[in-house]
């Protein structure tokens, strides 16, 4: 798992941050959090929704403040678990190395960040900004996820571990065709997701680019 997994009492802080677009968040990243939480014993762990997540097809992501607050209602119960606007307020594309280089401003430098992805975020971590200072600023951990081959394969020794979790194959994705053809996504979601879903309309068929960013949250 990597030297980095254990904790000396009384030691710096640990701080996992589990970043992603949430659009909308799931039991696979839940669980992903969670599982990290404990086997780094981690303090807490941040969830940061992506403002602009630039890789994606932006047009089709939902608002960052529906995002955001399913985040907020998703994580609301496990007092480890934590939400930051950091992405959100910040304009621009989201470059996880700004968000790396604010956190470890706002925490000072003996926290030790943990930056959780699943096998597919990891797989393409060469593709992101600033690269190699990213693994300067926080130790990344990559959980398996079904369908995509979990390696570090490229990636600088020491810096990544990789963890077996229990396998959910779960996907924002599919949640929103799920949503847009009718389907339910009880139990791929926490409860709470799929009333704000259905109180928002979130993911049915009309595309929500229209929208202003929390006009369904403001309206409901
Ligand atoms: N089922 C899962 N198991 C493990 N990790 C996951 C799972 N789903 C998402 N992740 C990880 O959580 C982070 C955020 O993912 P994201 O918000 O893009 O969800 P997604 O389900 O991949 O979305 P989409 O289907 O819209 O691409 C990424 O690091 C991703 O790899
Ligand atoms: O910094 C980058 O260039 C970069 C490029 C793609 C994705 N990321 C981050 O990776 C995390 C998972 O992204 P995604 O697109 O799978 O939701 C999320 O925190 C994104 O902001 C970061």
């Known amino acids: 798992m990597g030297a980095?997994?254990?904790?000396?009492?009384g030691g710096p802080r640990r701080v996992g941050v589990m970043g992603g677009t949430f659009d909308p968040i799931h039991h696979g990243h839940?669980?992903?959090a969670s599982e990290v939480a404990h086997l780094f014993h981690l303090d807490e762990v941040l969830f940061v929704p992506a403002g602009r997540p630039y890789q994606k097809d932006l047009a089709k992501v939902a608002p960052a403040?529906?995002?955001?607050?399913?985040?907020?209602i998703a994580t609301a119960e496990n007092p480890q678990f934590k939400v930051s606007r950091i992405e959100v307020d910040?304009?621009?594309?989201?470059?996880?190395?700004d968000t790396l280089r604010q956190l470890r401003s706002t925490y000072g430098p003996d926290v030790?960040?943990?930056?959780?992805?699943?096998?597919?975020?990891?797989g393409a971590i060469l593709s992101w900004q600033n690269v190699d200072e990213l693994f300067e600023l926080a130790h990344f951990v990559g959980c398996n996820r079904p369908g995509h081959r979990l390696t570090d394969?490229?990636?600088?020794d020491g810096k990544v571990s990789l963890v077996e979790i229990p396998a959910l194959a779960i996907s924002s994705t599919e949640c929103r065709e799920r949503v847009s053809k009718g389907e339910p996504i009880w139990y791929l979601v926490p409860d709470g997701i799929v009333r704000y879903i259905n109180k928002t309309g979130l993911y049915l068929d009309e595309p929500s680019a229209g929208r202003t960013p929390g006009e369904a949250a403001a309206s409901s």
Not at 4 to 9: E, N, S, Y
Not at 112 to 122: E, H, N, Q, S, V
Not at 153 to 156: A, E, K, N, Q, S
């Open 90 to 97: 910040r304009e621009g594309p989201t470059y996880t190395i």
């Open 30 to 32: 839940l669980v992903a």
């Open 153 to 156: 394969t490229g990636l600088p």
């Open 65 to 72: 403040e529906d995002r955001y607050l399913m985040t907020v």
């Open 4 to 9: 980095d997994a254990g904790r000396a009492p």
């Open 112 to 122: 030790k960040l943990f930056f959780i992805t699943g096998a597919d975020a990891l």
